[in-house]
Every structure is written in C-alpha cells, then in structure tokens.
C-alpha cells in the first residue's frame, strides 16, 4: 500500500503519494539550482564584461593622455621663453637657462610624469 501525505500548497490541503510528492520535490530543488547557477553565471559574465569596459576605458583615457604629453612636447619649440617659464612655474621647476635647457627640462619633467602614471 502506498504511503499518502498531507500537503498543505497554495491555500488548499492534498492528500498524494509520499514517493510521487518527494519526487517532485526532488525536481523542483534540481530547477532552482539550475536557475540560481544560471544567475551566478549571468553575473559573472556581467563582471567580466564590466572589467573589459574598464580596461577598455583605461586605455582610450591612457592614449588620450600620452597624444597631450606628445602634442605639448611637439609644441615647446614654438613657445617664448616666457610661455615656457609659465610651463616650467606651473611645475615647480627651476626657471633659469637657456630656451633650449627650459625646453630639454620640460620635456624630461613631462617623459618623468608619463612614466610615472
């Protein structure tokens, strides 16, 4: 003779086979930790998407960075001494010499800052 259990689902009382009853438990266990390792791996994927933006992001803001170093280099010839100074006093750095030695300082000043970022 079968086992029967009451069951109490949803607001309603059932009378059902204790093996049929535990068999569907058993199945609706296994379909929420399908779900819930589903989630996990959507949200893994999810971080691993975000930390690609990241890198991504980074670098676009690293090469917009290095174009202005490289531009403002470029540009230091074209400058008067007193642009350079200007340069030069925005930094901290020794004001006197010749324009070509405020040039060489600014440009080892502006290499320095890029290897150190």
Do not use: C, F, P
Not at 7 to 29: I, M, P, R, T
Not at 62 to 74: F, P, S, W
Not at 76 to 98: E, P, S, Y
């Amino acid at each position: 003779m079968a086992e029967l259990v009451v069951v109490a689902q949803y607001g309603k009382v059932h009378v059902v086979n204790a093996k049929q009853w535990l068999a569907s438990l058993s199945d609706e266990k296994s379909q929420e930790a399908e779900e819930e390792e589903e989630i996990a791996a959507t949200a893994v994927q999810s971080t691993e998407e975000v930390a690609v933006v990241d890198e991504v992001e980074e670098v676009e803001v690293e090469n917009e960075v290095d174009a202005e170093r490289e531009e403002l280099i470029q540009s230091l010839n074209n400058m008067t001494v007193a642009q350079l100074k200007d340069h030069l006093r925005a930094r901290k750095l020794k004001l006197g010499g010749a324009k070509a030695e405020l040039i060489q300082r600014l440009e080892n000043h502006i290499l320095t800052e890029a290897d150190a970022v």
